[in-house]
């Protein structure tokens, strides 16, 4: 008789957790370390989405998450453990910008969690969350910042300092283009290894394969990619070196020095690193 193998279920808030702690305490890439965990997990489509936006989601919003764990713990975050702080920062932001999570399961899944990687913390964490939840609407940005800097560093995530010393060198209007500027999403490009395939027969490729994609109007051997298939990672093109994946700031290095045949050129950053 046949028995089937049941499927491993993944949490995927301990992921995003040990994630963050790597990003956050041990000072890693987030776009190093989210690859790095999707791959190591297989997560499936759903789950990989789930993970991206809380990670990324509390990266991006960290500044003000810890303002709204301050407001309520009455102490700074450097005095919580780097996995209670972790927990909490994604409490928080399930609770104020994931409208999808019920409150109940973001405040009952980060006490478990709680649980679990920190005994002892869990009805810290819980009543921590629990406030949050009941006083959400007294939080708000403009009720939590203390000056218009504290304000901007809030919505835009910018390191305080930074904005207070761009308020003082450039004005506040130029501060707020500036952290907008620094908001927007970038653009996932790539490199063609032009030794390998033209760029012209790599797009084809990858629109057969339902990737949706574009040619690069700044940098000849370079690729758009606006949306694609499964792990970019895992895709053949990269494992067979066809495509790296680098910003067009950093292709336009090679146009600006152009290398001639007989220069020796040490490239200190090279990619891929």
């Not at 084809?204 to 949706?212: D, G, T």
């Amino acid at each position: 008789m046949e028995t089937k193998q049941k499927k491993e279920h993944k949490n995927i808030r301990r992921l995003a957790m040990k994630a963050l702690v790597d990003i956050h305490r041990d000072k890693k890439y987030a776009n190093i370390v989210l690859p790095q965990y999707m791959m190591q997990e297989r997560l499936e489509d759903l789950d990989r989405r789930f993970f991206t936006e809380l990670v990324y989601g509390v990266v991006r919003r960290k500044n003000y998450l810890d303002a709204v764990i301050v407001h309520f713990t009455k102490k700074p975050v450097k005095k919580l453990s780097p996995f209670v702080l972790e927990i909490l920062r994604l409490g928080v932001y399930q609770l104020l910008y994931m409208d999808k999570v019920p409150s109940s399961a973001a405040v009952n899944e980060s006490v478990k969690l709680a649980k679990k990687v920190a005994p002892g913390t869990d009805r810290f964490v819980n009543a921590v969350l629990r406030n949050v939840d009941r006083q959400r609407e007294d939080i708000g940005v403009d009720a939590l910042a203390t000056s218009e800097a504290e304000r901007i560093s809030y919505i835009y995530n910018q390191p305080l300092w930074l904005v207070r010393l761009w308020i003082e060198q450039r004005g506040l209007e130029e501060t707020i283009d500036l952290c907008e500027w620094f908001n927007e999403t970038p653009l996932l490009t790539a490199r063609v290894n032009t030794l390998r395939i033209s760029r012209h027969d790599l797009l084809e490729e990858l629109s057969q394969a339902n990737w949706v994609v574009e040619p690069s109007h700044m940098i000849p051997d370079a690729i758009i990619i606006k949306s694609h298939k499964g792990q970019l990672q895992e895709a053949k093109w990269v494992q067979e070196g066809l495509m790296t994946f680098m910003d067009e700031a950093s292709m336009a290095v090679a146009y600006v020095v152009q290398p001639k045949g007989h220069m020796r050129i040490l490239d200190t950053c090279a990619a891929p690193g």
